[in-house]
C-alpha cells in the first residue's frame, strides 16, 4: 500500500470547515483513498473512500486532486465530537487486506 | 451499516493470567478479521491477521505463543493474552470486513495487567 503524509494536528473553530490535507504521492492507479477517524477510547471509525471522484456523504466530502497525489477531507459545520485522530489510508478495492495506519491528524475543534 | 462487536470493553486481571478477547461480526460472515494494539497516544499496530479455519498470520516482533488467536468461525474471533504482564496493558482493537468496501472496528478493549 502506498504511504500518506499527514499534518501532526490541526485545530479548527467550531461550526467552521475543516479541511484535512494528506499527501499520497505514489498512489497506484488501482488503490482507493480511505479516511478514518478514532475519537478517544474508542475503535476506528470508517468517514469516506474515493478512487479519482470527489466524493460526498452524510458525513464529509473527500476532494482528490486530478494526479491523484494528494487528497483533502472535508467536515463542513465541525462540531466538537469532530475532536479525533483522523488517518488517511491507500487501499486496494475489494480489499481483504489489513489497514496499515501511519499517525494520522489530531484535530481539536474549538469552542 | 455492518457492526463488530467486541467483548470485554475492559478487563483487569493478575499478572501471570490469561485473558481471551472476543470479536465478532453481528451481521455479516468475515473470513479474516484482524487485531490492533494500540499504546497510549500511539497509533494502531497491527498485531495479526485470523483467518476463519486455519492459522493466524502474526506480524514481525509480535510473539504467537503469547497472543493466542483462533478463528473458529465465521462471525468470531478470540484473542488470548496468556500469562500476561503489565507490559500487556494496552487497548485491543479487532476489525473484519465483508471484503469489499470498508472495513468495520470493535469499540476496542482495555487490558489493564495489576
Known amino acids: 500500500d502506498a504511504k500518506t503524509t499527514q499534518p501532526t494536528s490541526m485545530d479548527c473553530a467550531e461550526g467552521r470547515a475543516a479541511n484535512l490535507p494528506c499527501n499520497h504521492s505514489?498512489?497506484?492507479?488501482?488503490?482507493?483513498v480511505y479516511w478514518y477517524r478514532q475519537i478517544h477510547s474508542q475503535g476506528p471509525q470508517y468517514i469516506i473512500h474515493?478512487?479519482?471522484n470527489n466524493e460526498t456523504n452524510e458525513m464529509a466530502s473527500l476532494i482528490i486532486t486530478e494526479d491523484r497525489k494528494s487528497s483533502t477531507l472535508i467536515l463542513p459545520h465541525a462540531t466538537l465530537r469532530d475532536t479525533a485522530v483522523y488517518y488517511c489510508?491507500?487501499?486496494?478495492?475489494?480489499?481483504?487486506?489489513?489497514?496499515?495506519f501511519g499517525k494520522g491528524t489530531r484535530l481539536h475543534i474549538l469552542p | 451499516g455492518a457492526v463488530v462487536s467486541q467483548h470485554p470493553s475492559w478487563v483487569i486481571c493478575k499478572s501471570g493470567t490469561s485473558v481471551k478477547i472476543e470479536c465478532r461480526s453481528l451481521?455479516?460472515?468475515?473470513?479474516?478479521m484482524f487485531w490492533y494494539r494500540q499504546f497510549p497516544k500511539q497509533s494502531l499496530m497491527l498485531m495479526a491477521t485470523s483467518n476463519e479455519g486455519s492459522k493466524a498470520t502474526y506480524e514481525q516482533g509480535v510473539e504467537k505463543d503469547k497472543f493466542l488467536i483462533n478463528h473458529a468461525s465465521l462471525t468470531l474471533s478470540t484473542l488470548t493474552v496468556t500469562s500476561a504482564h503489565p507490559e500487556d496493558s494496552s487497548f485491543y482493537i479487532c476489525?473484519?470486513?465483508?471484503?469489499?468496501?470498508?472495513?468495520?472496528f470493535g469499540q476496542g478493549t482495555r487490558l489493564t495487567v495489576v
Open positions: 451481521d455479516f460472515q468475515a473470513t479474516t
Open positions: 474515493g478512487l479519482k
Open positions: 489510508i491507500v487501499l486496494w478495492v475489494p480489499r481483504d487486506d489489513k489497514i496499515i
Open positions: 476489525s473484519a470486513s465483508e471484503g469489499v468496501d470498508e472495513a468495520f
Open positions: 505514489t498512489i497506484s492507479g488501482n488503490e482507493y
